[in-house]
C-alpha cells in the first residue's frame, strides 16, 4: 500500500487547512490521521471506518476537525478549523490492511 498525502502548508491561528491522502492498494480498512508535534510523540487524530460510518476523534479535535473518506476510491479528508499553535505538526496518513500502512507526512504550522 502506498499513501500519498497533500494540503499542509501554514496558515494564522483561527484559520483552516484542509489534508488529503489517496491510498493505493487492495483490502483497505481503517483509514485516519495521526501525527506528531515539534518535540513529541506522534499521536492519534482521527480515523475512520472503510465505509465511513465509524470515526474517531482525539478529544483536542472535537468539534473543530472533521475525517470524511470517499471509499471506493480509498481517499481520506481532514479538514481542520479553528487552528491553533499547538496543532502545528506533521500529519501522518495512515491505511490499515493486514498492518498499517504510513504515508510521508505532511507539515502543517500554526502561527499565533
Known amino acids: 500500500v502506498q499513501l500519498q498525502a497533500s494540503g499542509g502548508g501554514s496558515v494564522q491561528a483561527g484559520g483552516s487547512l484542509r489534508l488529503s491522502c489517496v491510498a493505493s492498494?487492495?483490502?483497505?480498512?481503517?483509514m485516519g490521521w495521526y501525527r506528531q508535534p515539534p518535540g513529541k510523540e506522534r499521536e492519534l487524530v482521527a480515523t475512520?471506518?472503510?465505509?465511513?460510518?465509524?470515526?474517531k476523534y482525539a478529544d483536542f479535535v472535537k468539534g473543530r476537525f472533521i475525517i470524511s473518506r470517499i471509499g471506493y476510491v480509498n481517499t481520506v479528508y481532514l479538514q481542520m478549523n479553528s487552528l491553533q499553535p499547538e496543532d502545528s505538526g506533521v500529519y501522518y496518513c495512515?491505511?490499515?490492511?493486514?498492518?498499517?500502512?504510513w504515508g510521508q507526512g505532511t507539515l502543517v504550522t500554526v502561527s499565533s
Open positions: 475512520i471506518s472503510r465505509d465511513g460510518t465509524q470515526t
Open positions: 495512515l491505511a490499515t490492511t493486514n498492518i498499517i500502512n
Open positions: 492498494g487492495d483490502r483497505i480498512a481503517v
